[in-house]
């Protein structure tokens, strides 16, 4: 488990952009705009390497971006990625918290028939200013 940069190909396309990765075979992706984009080629390359990584697989050595022979109109650039924080991002383990509260919020929240955890989640993610 690493940081990794590869170079990707950011081909337009009528409704955005085409990616793709040079050193891998059948790593691609698209978006809908720039940003989209940038966001989802970081997430096929963390997507590719994690399985790499899995399989035992041997890693490719990134490329020189100046070596990459593009299409007319198509651009270059580096993505990143770690491999490390993107397990964590993938592992939904639920994780059994203990915690207080007055007596008084417990009775009204479940009379409410609120959901204890969906509501911890929601307030630890906004906290943490996590989409």
Sequence with gaps: MAKYIYPAVFTPKENGYFINFPDFDSCYTQGKNLEDSI????DVLALMLTQFE???CEIPKPSAINDLIIENGAFTSYIS??????RRLLNNTAVKKTLSIPSWLNDSAVAAGINFSQVLQDALKAQLHIG
Excluded: L
């Design 81 to 86: 990625c770690d491999t490390t924080v993107y």
């Design 39 to 42: 966001h989802m080629a970081e």
């Design 54 to 56: 899995d399989k035992h």
